[in-house]
């Protein structure tokens, strides 16, 4: 099999196992390691960025979401970014429905960075779960599947909703216009998954005497990496796999240990 | 063969050891688990645009 097709059936299953609190018995207090707001009926998880607010909210240190993000991250590094995140695959599934074409811009890898600080920072001040108010998976996942499940209770359409809708159609014109813009630029769980892929126990390497510096694993790349040293090792590298197809020589491979 | 990407972080050794310390800290902390599951089964309002 493909791997483009594996990449597409485990990013349903993930949208599948993270929907199991359909089934009441199956909401967890396990930590998602992707984006996926809690907020959602049926969700399996908890948002990790959310429950970081939420004790930050408490004044309290989330020691269980930190170890839970550290045995992700040295394990698979950013892969669920490329292989899980549902947000990121409705991403993949506009760079698709627009013919894979999207504007070259450069990484800016420490936007990320920032908004997560200014998350962490707005709910010491706030004392409240600023991000989820304009997070815009929680906008999917959370506020419009809300409304679906409970109609008459949601009846009245209020401003909380609203800045959901627009954070939800901004991220994704962007995303339309640079592919996988929100998991470039913005997201902060990106940021705490994409420090862990230098210490990553999976990771892609390449090897070097069979690359022939043809640059088509960076034409691949849906996260504009440009430099093939940060393949596998960039805080934007979400180990897609895009490039491991893309190489000619097959000089890029998945490994277990570096 | 030779590879690119040498780095002192690339010892698995140093990788195993940082799975095991946060595998620690999760293991030792899973007193946190019943709070997360009580804010995955309630439906923060706000957070979902209601109100």
């Known amino acids: ?258 | 063969m030779k590879k690119v990407h040498l780095h002192i972080l690339s010892n698995l050794k140093i990788k195993l050891l940082l799975f095991i310390v946060f595998f620690i800290i999760t293991l030792f902390n899973t007193g946190e688990y019943q709070t997360i599951e009580a804010l995955v089964k309630f439906v923060c309002t706000s957070c979902v645009g209601i109100g």
């Open chain 1, 1 to 258: 099999m493909k791997l483009k097709n594996k990449r597409r059936l485990t990013q349903i299953a993930a949208l599948v196992v993270s929907n199991l609190g359909f089934f009441r018995i199956l909401k967890t207090g396990f930590v998602c390691p992707f984006l996926y707001c809690y907020g959602c009926p049926f969700a399996t998880f908890g948002c990790p960025i959310g429950i970081i607010q939420n004790f930050i909210v408490y004044r309290q240190i989330p020691w269980f979401a930190i170890g839970s993000l550290g045995v992700y991250g040295t394990l698979l590094g950013r892969a669920f970014c490329g292989w899980a995140c549902p947000f990121g695959a409705l991403q993949d599934m506009l760079n698709y429905l627009r013919g894979g074409k999207s504007f070259r811009v450069k990484p800016f890898w420490y936007t990320k960075f920032i908004v997560l600080f200014a998350v962490l920072g707005a709910a010491w001040y706030a004392l409240d779960t600023v991000f989820c108010k304009l997070c815009p998976s929680g906008s999917l996942f959370g506020a419009i599947i809300f409304r679906l499940r409970y109609p008459t209770y949601t009846s009245t359409f209020s401003q909380p909703f609203y800045i959901h809708m627009f954070t939800l159609i901004l991220t994704v014109v962007l995303a339309l216009l640079i592919s996988r813009f929100w998991c470039r630029y913005l997201c902060p769980l990106g940021a705490i998954a994409g420090a862990f892929n230098k210490v990553s126990i999976v990771n892609i390497s390449l090897d070097a005497d069979k690359c022939k510096k043809c640059n088509a694993c960076l034409d691949a790349c849906r996260m504009g990496i440009t430099k093939l040293e940060d393949i596998g090792n960039s805080t934007d590298c979400i180990l897609c796999g895009r490039c491991v197809e893309a190489c000619p020589t097959k000089a890029l491979h998945f490994t277990v240990k570096k």
